[in-house]
């Protein structure tokens, strides 16, 4: 088999960026496909192919007080990131940060719900969980993807 | 200009400096990445933008491609394929920047991107259960409001139904299921097929080297641009495609309305914001 010459390849060194982005789009794919990465993101071509998007994807927040009360926490600015994070793919080492982070708080109930508050008491324990959305049937249904609890 | 003047072929020169141009606008004004990268990458195009004859220089272009990457891998979380195609386009301009024959190869090396991407969209979308139900075409509406305002705009479904079905997804958290409501079956059936069709013919065309089906991928790319871009209004992705679709074009009508597309999607975006 002949190789390559350099100009040869030179010369087609203009489809080199094309050729790194099959790469890229089909690298993105196995990794959609063997974790829970959402197709919308991180470089994928999977936008407007499924409803499965990072805006979709629900986080839920609860905890309980020292009191024993179970209220669902407002979600704080400082953890905005690490939620979008998780939203947009969400692992169980995500899970737990953004757990560890809200048990580093301390908490106030402010009607419905406890928001963060300097002067508000730790909680008992915090409860995560990240999952999609999934429907058939005109039926929507809630589909947990990853949990983590205080221990 | 007359109508045989705009079908000529334009001088070499003149396509590097609009394509290569409208790129740098395209960073400098439509890239909206982490700030630090994008604050270096906008400097580096201000210098291509102020001093035209850097844009020869391959360097420019690779370390923007570079910061932009960097960029693109720190905050990971916030990126989108708009912002990959720009780094690749990028990379492009740089491995054509220095040689003789760059415009030629810019068309070629901008055709096999477009292709790339329209065919990477296709495959995910033909590897999508959701998509092949119907499932993301019945629902989306819901979950994109862009979408959504389409669909109350042509009577495919109501503000009311929206909001319902909103609330509905927002009890999931306490309830087990709930029910829907999807939009009219002739409006999922036009987005599936109109999506489909255009992409289809955007990947083929310019997969293919055909004249006339390049330059049906070069009607159903402006079609795309237009059509997908005044409701989803991500004028990064506008722009970048409007910059490669001028690359390649051959006749100056083609180019001309490229130009258009490159302007018309954020000027509208602009108006629609201020109004």
Redesign the interface.
């Given at each position: 088999m002949q190789r390559p010459d350099r100009h040869s390849v030179r010369r087609r060194?203009?489809?080199?960026?094309?050729a790194?982005?099959?790469v890229?789009?089909f690298g993105n794919?196995v990794i959609t496909n063997q974790s829970d990465l959402s197709?919308?993101?991180?470089?994928?071509?999977?936008?407007?192919?499924?409803?499965?998007?990072p805006?979709?994807r629900?986080v839920?927040l609860e905890g309980t007080t020292l009191d024993g009360e179970r209220l669902?926490l407002e979600a704080p600015a400082e953890v905005a990131?690490s939620i979008?994070?998780l939203r947009?793919?969400p692992t169980l080492d995500r899970t737990d940060h953004v757990r560890l982070q809200l048990e580093s708080f301390r908490w106030a109930r402010k009607e419905e719900v406890a928001v963060i508050d300097a002067a508000g008491s730790p909680l008992l324990s915090v409860d995560v969980v990240v999952g999609r959305?999934a429907?058939?049937d005109?039926?929507?249904?809630?589909v947990p993807l990853h949990q983590s609890s205080t221990p | 200009m007359t109508a045989t003047g705009l079908l000529k072929p334009t001088s070499s020169d003149d396509v590097w400096l609009v394509a290569s141009g409208s790129l740098l606008v395209v960073v400098l004004a439509f890239n909206d990445q982490w700030w630090p990268t994008q604050a270096i990458a906008s400097m580096l195009a201000l210098l291509g933008l102020l001093v035209p004859s850097t844009r020869n220089q391959s360097s420019l272009w690779f370390s923007m491609s570079a910061v932009l990457a960097a960029g693109f891998v720190l905050e990971w979380w916030t990126t989108d394929n708009h912002h990959l195609l720009i780094i690749a386009t990028l990379l492009l301009f740089g491995i054509c920047a220095r040689s003789r024959d760059k415009v030629d190869r810019l068309s070629s090396g901008a055709a096999a991107l477009v292709a790339v991407a329209f065919a990477a969209a296709l495959i995910a979308k033909a590897m999508s259960p959701d998509f092949r139900s119907g499932v993301f075409a019945s629902y989306v509406p819901t979950l994109d409001p862009r979408l959504g305002d389409l669909a109350v705009r042509v009577g495919a479904t109501s503000r009311e139904t929206l909001v319902t079905n909103q609330s509905a997804l927002d009890s999931l958290a306490t309830t087990e299921t709930v029910g829907l409501t999807p939009v009219s079956d002739w409006f999922a059936i036009v987005m599936l097929v109109w999506t489909v069709g255009l992409e289809l013919l955007v990947a083929v065309g310019f997969a293919v080297r055909h004249r006339r089906l390049r330059q049906v991928g070069n009607i159903a790319l402006l079609t795309f641009i237009v059509t997908t871009y005044s409701v989803v209004p991500v004028v990064g992705f506008a722009g970048v495609l409007s910059v490669l679709g001028f690359a390649q074009a051959e006749s100056r009508l083609l180019k001309a309305l490229y130009v258009a597309a490159f302007v018309s999607i954020p000027l509208q975006d602009a108006i629609a914001r201020v109004l």
């Amino acid at each position: 088999m002949q190789r390559p010459d350099r100009h040869s390849v030179r010369r087609r060194a203009h489809l080199l960026p094309a050729a790194l982005l099959v790469v890229l789009a089909f690298g993105n794919r196995v990794i959609t496909n063997q974790s829970d990465l959402s197709p919308w993101e991180l470089g994928g071509f999977g936008m407007f192919s499924t409803i499965d998007s990072p805006q979709s994807r629900l986080v839920l927040l609860e905890g309980t007080t020292l009191d024993g009360e179970r209220l669902v926490l407002e979600a704080p600015a400082e953890v905005a990131e690490s939620i979008q994070q998780l939203r947009v793919w969400p692992t169980l080492d995500r899970t737990d940060h953004v757990r560890l982070q809200l048990e580093s708080f301390r908490w106030a109930r402010k009607e419905e719900v406890a928001v963060i508050d300097a002067a508000g008491s730790p909680l008992l324990s915090v409860d995560v969980v990240v999952g999609r959305i999934a429907i058939s049937d005109s039926t929507a249904r809630f589909v947990p993807l990853h949990q983590s609890s205080t221990p | 200009m007359t109508a045989t003047g705009l079908l000529k072929p334009t001088s070499s020169d003149d396509v590097w400096l609009v394509a290569s141009g409208s790129l740098l606008v395209v960073v400098l004004a439509f890239n909206d990445q982490w700030w630090p990268t994008q604050a270096i990458a906008s400097m580096l195009a201000l210098l291509g933008l102020l001093v035209p004859s850097t844009r020869n220089q391959s360097s420019l272009w690779f370390s923007m491609s570079a910061v932009l990457a960097a960029g693109f891998v720190l905050e990971w979380w916030t990126t989108d394929n708009h912002h990959l195609l720009i780094i690749a386009t990028l990379l492009l301009f740089g491995i054509c920047a220095r040689s003789r024959d760059k415009v030629d190869r810019l068309s070629s090396g901008a055709a096999a991107l477009v292709a790339v991407a329209f065919a990477a969209a296709l495959i995910a979308k033909a590897m999508s259960p959701d998509f092949r139900s119907g499932v993301f075409a019945s629902y989306v509406p819901t979950l994109d409001p862009r979408l959504g305002d389409l669909a109350v705009r042509v009577g495919a479904t109501s503000r009311e139904t929206l909001v319902t079905n909103q609330s509905a997804l927002d009890s999931l958290a306490t309830t087990e299921t709930v029910g829907l409501t999807p939009v009219s079956d002739w409006f999922a059936i036009v987005m599936l097929v109109w999506t489909v069709g255009l992409e289809l013919l955007v990947a083929v065309g310019f997969a293919v080297r055909h004249r006339r089906l390049r330059q049906v991928g070069n009607i159903a790319l402006l079609t795309f641009i237009v059509t997908t871009y005044s409701v989803v209004p991500v004028v990064g992705f506008a722009g970048v495609l409007s910059v490669l679709g001028f690359a390649q074009a051959e006749s100056r009508l083609l180019k001309a309305l490229y130009v258009a597309a490159f302007v018309s999607i954020p000027l509208q975006d602009a108006i629609a914001r201020v109004l």
